[in-house]
């Protein structure tokens, strides 16, 4: 058998003094290919459940998001952990590709 990819999905939850994130993000052949961050409020309604806030992606270094401009969202924040998150999944592939 000729293996031609190595495809691998992670999931992970983060939370930050800005929101909650759930986290899926796909390593092709030792790279990351794809990033899909959901974002929660840490607030949490009558429901006992976390509100949707919205998504951002990253997809073979296309970014895109779906966040609603309602007057108290402040986009900034969530973009600024969507980076810092990236960044340590990138550093996480790689020690795991050199190990």
Not at 45 to 54: S, W
Not at 90 to 95: A, P, V, Y
């Amino acid at each position: 058998m000729n293996i031609t990819n190595t495809i691998l999905t992670k999931t992970a939850v983060e939370t930050t003094s800005n929101g909650n994130y759930i986290i899926e993000y796909t390593v092709v052949n030792g790279k990351l290919d794809r990033v899909q961050m959901t974002i929660q409020k840490i607030e949490i309604e009558e429901n006992d459940e976390h509100p949707f806030v919205g998504n951002i992606w990253l997809e073979q270094d296309n970014l895109s998001c779906n966040i609603p401009l309602i007057s108290e969202v402040k986009v900034a924040p969530y973009f600024s952990d969507f980076d810092i998150l990236v960044t340590k999944i990138k550093e996480n592939i790689s020690l795991e590709t050199k190990n």
